[in-house]
T-cell receptor, first 114, second 112 residues
Framework: DAGVTQSPTHLIKTRGQHVTLRCSPI?????VSWYQQVLGQGPQFIFQ???????GRGNFPDRFSARQFPNYSSELNVNALLLGDSALYLC?????????????FGSGTRLTVV | GENVEQHPSTLSVQEGDSAVIKCTYS??????FPWYKQELGKRPQLIID?????GEKKDQRIAVTLNKTAKHFSLHITETQPEDSAVYFC???????????FGKGTLLTVNP
């Protein structure tokens, strides 16, 4: 049984560029959440999607956006990249949004902005 | 919103000793408290969790306690081993936002 899969695993982008990160949840999981983890810090919540609708949004600028597809996979988009966007981006999936059962993280995408 | 404080930021113990990491939370609506272990360059992995209707939970060498009145919860690792060395994060979940709020992490080093 596959876990949460994220792609790509590593990415290098230039300031001002745009990036799209992808996440496939565990089969049967309908909720996907995105977190940003800067080196030396705990993960910070960006978005949660459940049944293709945005359920929650963290304190991130509008340059960050996301969506969830009918198959429950998700994309995180970041526009106008800044050096400070360099981080590990984690996707987590769970069975449902509110009850938080089976909350599992993927291995993440390491984004470096130069 | 929820605020989770975690202490200490670093902890060094001798192999075989116990380690305790403490967290406090601010949102009384929080109802789920997981603990994650993160090794360098890897994803956070759930090691134990506790829900607000339970005061204590144990899984082999790992235990978590929750005091809802005081809004704090703790991770206890007994008989520590070098492979327990990692960063440990506590987190809180619940309230109006469907998100986990993490503490800043504790770097645990177990010396052989």
């Amino acid at each position: 049984d596959a876990g949460v899969t994220q792609s790509p695993t590593h990415l290098i982008k230039t300031r001002g560029q745009h990036v799209t990160l992808r996440c496939s949840p565990i089969s049967g999981h309908k909720s996907v959440s995105w977190y940003q983890q800067v080196l030396g810090q705990g993960p910070q919540f960006i978005f949660q999607y459940y049944e293709k609708e945005e359920r929650g949004r963290g304190n991130f600028p509008d340059r960050f956006s996301a969506r969830q597809f009918p198959n429950y996979s998700s994309e995180l988009n970041v526009n106008a990249l800044l050096l400070g966007d360099s981080a590990l981006y984690l996707c987590a999936s769970s069975l449902a949004g509110a009850t938080n059962y089976g909350y599992t993280f993927g291995s993440g995408t390491r984004l470096t902005v130069v | 919103g929820e605020n989770v404080e975690q202490h200490p930021s670093t902890l060094s113990v001798q192999e075989g000793d116990s380690a305790v990491i403490k967290c406090t939370y601010s949102d009384s609506a929080s109802n789920y408290f997981p603990w994650y272990k993160q090794e360098l360059g890897k994803r956070p992995q759930l090691i134990i969790d506790i829900r607000s209707n339970v005061g204590e939970k144990k899984d082999q060498r790992i235990a978590v306690t929750l005091n809802k009145t005081a809004k704090h919860f703790s991770l206890h690792i007994t008989e520590t081993q070098p492979e327990d060395s990692a960063v440990y994060f506590c987190a809180g979940f619940g309230g109006s936002n469907y998100k986990l709020t993490f503490g800043k992490g504790t770097l645990l080093t177990v010396n052989p």
